[in-house]
């Protein structure tokens, strides 16, 4: 199985960066997924990383170390729509998705 | 494209009832999930099909059952709801099941609730 811890709640200024970090436990291991989810909707994909190292896209890069078992979202220039849950998920042997309990973010003015 | 969709949107069931929840994607995907969301504990899933006509068992697959006859639905079966069944309900697809970044897709959830 798999254990997912990242931090609770975070809470940041409009402009600011803010670095949601994920570490996990895992029986096998198949990339690691960071997903975004609004109050009451549904999650939607953000990032992939299988190998170690770094992935940007746009505003959002996501960091792998899956000799650490960690990985990191960075969130950069932070906007008020940016105010979600971030789901950090790990794939495991069997392609099959174990999430965390998700990190919600506040963005302040 | 209407990705994926679910139906109902809201229930409140009382507890013993059986119910169905509706998924249908039109995306084609192979693989589609059902997942229980309560707070605190994140996303778990419940069953899986990784192609039409096979299902598996995921993590809280109790008190559930699902079928997957064709490639678009995949239902999910409540046979007798208990209060703890209580919870938002999401179907999720994806294009296959493998290595590469195959993400899955949410539908909107059912809020369901067991009196």
């Known amino acids: 199985g798999q254990n997912i811890d990242q931090p609770t709640e975070m809470t940041a200024t409009e402009g600011a960066i803010v670095q949601i970090n994920c570490t996990y436990q895992t029986s096998g291991f198949n990339g690691l997924f960071w997903y975004q989810q609004h109050a009451g909707e549904a999650p939607t994909f953000l990032s992939y990383n299988v190998l170690d190292g770094l992935e940007e896209k746009g505003r959002f890069s996501s960091f792998l170390s899956r000799s650490k078992g960690y990985s990191y979202l960075l969130l950069k220039e932070l906007q008020m729509k940016d105010s979600a849950s971030y789901l950090c998920a790990v794939r495991d042997s069997d392609y099959k998705l174990s999430f965390g309990a998700g990190t919600t973010v506040t963005v302040r003015a | 494209i209407a990705g994926i969709t679910q139906a109902p949107t809201s229930q409140i069931l009382a507890a013993g009832r059986r119910m169905t929840l509706r998924c249908t994607q039109d995306?084609?995907?192979?693989?589609m999930y059902w997942y229980r969301q309560d707070l605190g504990l994140g996303l778990r899933l419940i069953h899986y099909?990784?192609?039409?006509?096979?299902?598996g068992k995921g993590e809280v697959p109790d008190g559930y059952s699902v079928s997957r006859a064709n490639t678009d639905d995949f239902p999910l079966t409540l046979a007798s709801a208990v209060p703890s069944q209580t919870s938002v309900y999401f179907c999720a697809s994806s294009p296959y099941v493998g290595t590469g970044s195959s993400e899955q897709y949410f539908g909107p959830g059912t809020r369901l609730t067991v009196t």
């Open positions: 995306m084609r995907h192979n693989a």
């Open positions: 099909s990784n192609t039409a006509g096979t299902t």
